[in-house]
Each structure stands twice: as structure tokens, then as C-alpha cells.
């Protein structure tokens, strides 16, 4: 007879509260809008949202899609490049991404690509239109895009460690997180608590990257870090983030949020 488990009620009442707040993020809308600044100046503006998928009829599992749309601004002279990108991401119910869309159209490269995720093969398929790239490549079971992993985050206990894996056009990076601190920070949504993590990158492989646009391509450096600020509570927002590039650092500023 096997022995009768007894979990701690803590251990039971904090598993119950993840599964509400993963519940409530997957079945309604939210819109974050950002501000990237560089040496002082907004250079760029992001919107990101999460929204039913009704635009797309499939077999699979499809739960939700994460829509960005990210346009540079009149400073784009510090970024070297303009660009009006967008990116779709058609996630399952753990907000890993099945379907992923970019449409990128920057003043150096143009790419219309899809890369499906076939997480029971652990294969992608990658197809872009405009430059007639195709590629088939091998992915991990944790493998998210940069935005399907940001919102995954959220789902997660900020204060302790993980590891996941992320697609960067066509190559698989790992990345662990770890929490640095509680601060208070004042932003354009108020005054907020906020968990401070730092992320850091590691090669899986030395596959070389696809080309491909200037905002999530370029971010991955295992010389460089990414460091989010979440606010402390059971929406966790990603209210600011500083990826330390050199010469200058790059951020990421909250300025609105809905849902």
C-alpha cells in the first residue's frame, strides 16, 4: 500500500493561487505599452497584447496570441536602423508558442516569416516568404520566443529560480533568472513594489543565428544581462527592464497597461 502523501497547507494554498493567476492571465485581454530609451531618448515604442486567437483555424491547441507591434521613433539615428515590426505569437495553454509570426520591415531587412513548433517531435519548421529562407531545426521542450517567455514569467514564483530556453531566429539559448531584490519603483502606471530579476544567457550550441530584426535578434549577449522589474503582486507586469549592452545600457519603460 502505497503511503498517503501530506503536503504542507502553505505548500497547497501557494499551488492553488498560481493556478488561479495563470487562469485569470490566459482567459483575458491585457494590453502593455512600452517605451525604449536609449542615452536618454524614447528611440522606440512597443504594444503588446494578449487577445483571443479567432483569426486563425487550426487543429492544434491554441489557446491565445500575444500581438506586438513595435515602431521607432524619431531618434532612430542611436539605433542605426528604423523599423515597424510585428510579431504574433498563437500559444498554448502554457504559453509556449505553436504558431510565430514576424512581420519585419526595418530600413536594413525585410522578413515575412511563420515558424510553427511541434513540441511533440521537439522540431521547428521556419519559412520566410521575402527571402525565401526555409530551415526545419531542433527545439527543447521549454523553448519560448522572447515575448511567449516574458508572459510564461508571470505565471511563475519571481522570487526563486528557473531555467528555460528561448528561440533566437533559429538559434536555441538557455537562460536562468534570479531574484535580486524587492524595490519600489515610480513609473508612468504609479508608485509599485517590484521583484528585481536578473537574466542570464548560456549558448546550447554553436549554431550560428538567422538574420533577422534588430529588436529581439540582437538582445542575447552571455556577456550581457537583462534585468526585468515585475511588480510585486498576482499580476507580476514587467514594468521596466535594462539590458546592460555595451557602450550604454538599453531600457525598457512601462507607460500604459489595460486589462
Do not use: C
Amino acid at each position: 500500500m502505497k503511503p498517503k502523501i501530506i503536503y504542507p497547507k502553505s505548500q497547497i494554498i501557494n499551488y492553488l493561487a498560481n493556478i488561479l493567476f495563470f487562469t485569470f492571465s490566459i482567459l483575458n485581454a491585457e494590453t502593455l505599452t512600452f517605451s525604449i530609451d536609449y542615452l536618454g531618448f524614447s528611440v522606440a515604442s512597443v504594444v503588446m497584447t494578449l487577445q483571443d486567437s479567432d483569426d486563425i483555424q487550426n487543429d492544434i491547441d491554441i489557446q491565445k496570441k500575444i500581438a506586438v507591434q513595435a515602431v521607432s521613433s524619431r531618434f532612430t539615428t542611436l539605433l542605426k536602423n528604423t523599423f515597424d515590426n510585428t510579431y504574433t505569437s498563437y500559444i498554448d495553454h502554457n504559453f509556449r508558442p505553436l504558431i510565430y509570426q514576424r512581420g519585419i520591415q526595418q530600413s536594413n531587412f525585410q522578413e515575412e516569416a511563420t515558424v510553427e513548433y511541434h513540441f511533440d517531435t521537439l522540431q521547428a519548421s521556419y519559412y520566410d516568404s521575402v527571402n525565401e529562407r526555409s530551415e526545419t531545426y531542433q527545439i527543447l521542450g521549454n523553448t519560448r520566443d522572447f515575448f511567449t517567455t516574458l508572459y510564461y514569467l508571470r505565471t511563475l514564483d519571481l522570487q526563486q529560480s528557473h531555467e528555460l530556453t528561448l528561440d533566437v531566429a533559429g538559434k536555441i539559448i538557455l537562460i536562468s533568472t534570479r531574484h535580486t531584490g524587492v524595490e519600489t519603483l515610480r513609473t508612468n502606471i504609479g508608485r509599485v513594489r517590484t521583484n528585481k530579476v536578473e537574466i542570464y544567457f548560456t549558448w546550447y550550441d554553436d549554431k550560428e543565428k538567422m538574420q533577422s530584426d534588430i529588436l529581439t535578434n540582437n538582445l542575447y549577449n552571455e556577456d550581457n544581462i537583462l534585468i526585468f522589474w515585475f511588480t510585486n503582486d498576482e499580476n507580476q507586469i514587467p514594468v521596466k527592464s535594462q539590458y546592460t549592452r555595451k557602450p550604454f545600457p538599453v531600457y525598457w519603460s512601462i507607460t500604459n497597461h489595460t486589462g
